[in-house]
Nanobody, 128 residues
């Protein structure tokens, strides 16, 4: 069982990146998926989530980021547009039982303990 996050890199403000979270050994369709990030000197925070409940985005990324799933590739994506310097950080994907509310997963840091599998982080640096 493995989650592999990739797609990070260095981009200028206003640019775009697409992160991927590929699973092996289990089906992402049976799980909720969340993206988290940890900026320099900051606590890890929820970014976006999809499960049986409506897709949810943190206020800081709403309208700029889009989460999606490709079941055939067993991969979840995070399309990040209009990137800002404050989006810099290490981005992680994680799975959780899909009956939990995405809104709660993203807005309540204590619920990160519900995550069952974590991918290794991928670094996103937004800088001019």
């Amino acid at each position: 069982v493995q989650l592999q996050a990739s797609g990070g890199g260095l981009v200028q403000p206003g640019g775009s990146l697409r992160l991927s979270c590929a699973a092996s050994g289990f089906s992402l369709d049976d799980n909720g998926i969340a993206w988290f990030r940890q900026g320099p000197g900051k606590a890890r925070e929820g970014v976006s989530c999809m499960s049986l409940t409506p897709t949810y985005y943190a206020d800081s990324v709403k309208g700029r980021f889009t989460i999606s799933r490709d079941s055939a590739k067993n991969t979840v994506y995070l399309q990040m547009n209009s990137l800002k310097i404050e989006d810099t950080g290490v981005y992680y994907c994680a799975t959780f039982p899909n009956h939990y509310s995405c809104g709660s997963i993203i807005t309540r840091p204590s619920l990160q303990t519900l995550m069952e599998y974590w991918g290794e982080g991928t670094q996103v640096t937004v800088s001019s």
